[in-house]
């Protein structure tokens, strides 16, 4: 069974405009990872956040993490039309030291 | 790109027909993982591998076997595929170290039709 779920399923917005994307789990985790697709490609790893960090920036990238709610955010600051791509949150659970699951990410379309 | 490779790229096949993808990497990583992704399901844990000859099921591992020999190649052994099986199989690697789930890398994948 999915462990994350991506909210929105599709995202559209303007080149420069914020893209936020969600994520939601259901059990404790040892931490967070969302990874990027571009169509027809592997998974590309973004950024990963620890259950006792609350807030992670990379670039134009933030990530922020309530482990009270068991959610996830990811903020595209700046978008670009490279940004299209479907987006993936995934979860290592407490206990697992090698398995992810990942979620059935949301597909952002940046339009120029 | 990490050093992983996919063969083959793409396959076409037909049903009860036995199918070996394989995946090798070239940097030395302990783990290896297999996935299917499917539109409406995303990626998916097929088996995994934690060392030379030490494997594991994943949550959809039914009518998939998996063999690791050597450090560097992983393999995915449909025995009598069925069109159920018809999807994109990318490979992961990582190098997990102490308590946390390191980052994985995946591999280009492989599309594989059964007819």
Redesign the interface.
Same mark, same amino acid.
């Given at each position: 069974?999915?462990q994350g779920e991506e909210d929105p399923q599709a995202l559209s917005i303007q080149e420069g405009e914020n893209a936020t994307m969600n994520c939601s789990y259901k059990t404790s985790i +040892? +931490?967070l990872?969302w990874y990027r697709q571009n169509s027809?490609?592997? *998974?590309?790893?973004l950024i *990963?956040i620890?259950s006792n960090e609350r807030e992670k920036h990379s670039g134009r990238l933030r990530v922020t993490l309530d482990t009270s709610k068991k959610s996830s955010s990811l903020l595209i600051t700046a978008s670009r039309a490279a940004d299209t791509a479907s987006y993936?949150c995934?979860t290592?659970p407490g206990g697992? +030291?090698? @398995? *992810?699951?990942?979620? @059935?990410?949301t597909l952002l379309t940046v339009n120029p | 790109d990490a050093g992983i490779t996919q063969s083959p790229r793409h396959k076409v096949t037909e049903t009860g027909t036995p199918v070996t993808l394989r995946c090798h990497q070239t940097e030395n990583h302990r783990y290896m993982y297999w996935y299917r992704q499917d539109p409406g399901h995303g990626l998916r844990l097929i088996h995994y591998s934690y060392g030379v000859k030490d494997t594991d099921k994943g949550e959809v591992s039914d009518g998939y076997s998996v063999s690791r020999s050597k450090t560097e190649d992983f393999l995915l052994t449909l025995e009598s595929a069925t069109s159920s099986q018809t999807s994109v199989y990318f490979c992961a690697i990582s190098e997990s170290s102490g308590r946390a789930t390191d980052t994985q890398y995946f591999g280009p994948g492989t599309r594989l039709t059964v007819l």
């Open positions: 069974s999915q +040892n +931490n990872q027809g490609r592997g *998974l590309v790893h *990963l620890r993936f995934a290592g697992s +030291n090698y @398995k *992810l699951t990942f979620g @059935k990410g | -």
